[in-house]
């Protein structure tokens, strides 16, 4: 079983995303659909990246629907990123994946309690797609895999250490 984390890459330029609001369509038909709208802050040229990590995590609409394709049950929530200035508005979505208790007694943490260095137990993993442990967003390999074949920005891929995996592996091997 292999795992990345799934992180935004600080060799892009930031999407930096400064204040916004929340409105209803209830008026136009749509059944009182909420929708947000938040504001980019424009000092050079606006890139808008695949993946933004802060304040909330955010995904392109176009690597909205890959990820629809291997986790089914995520809960999406529409937001229109705006670039006043360059008369831009793009669609993305709050990326929200469950939280799991999958961490291995093997993870670290620093003083304050924070997970330093992420070590996955194999024995309580599913083959999970995607999914959020300890606030960090983990994905399959083939989630990985699919993800490098296009050509997302904005996001890295982090190898995770699964421990006990290896003893399911042989497991299944023998059972057949």
Not at 127 to 133: I, K, N, Q, T
């Amino acid at each position: 079983m292999h795992y990345f984390l799934l992180e935004q890459d600080e060799r892009s330029k930031p999407l930096l995303v400064i204040g916004g609001q929340r409105d209803s369509d209830s008026g136009s038909g749509n059944g009182g659909q909420e929708y947000n709208s938040l504001y980019v802050r424009e000092e050079a040229e606006v890139e808008f990246i695949d993946y933004v990590e802060g304040p909330r995590r955010l995904v392109s609409n176009r690597m909205k629907q890959l990820l629809e394709l291997y986790e089914f049950g995520l809960g999406w929530t529409s937001v229109i990123l705006t670039a006043k200035e360059a008369k831009r508005q793009e669609l993305y979505w709050f990326l929200e994946p469950k939280e799991r208790d999958v961490l291995s007694k093997k993870s670290k943490r620093d003083q304050f309690g924070r997970v330093t260095a992420l070590v996955l137990d194999g024995n309580r993993l599913r083959r999970e797609r995607l999914f959020c442990a300890e606030g960090h967003v983990v994905v399959h390999l083939d989630v990985a895999e699919s993800l490098l074949r296009r050509a997302y920005t904005g996001l890295r891929l982090i190898p995770v250490e699964v421990d006990g995996g290896l003893d399911i592996l042989r497991n299944q091997k023998g059972a057949k």
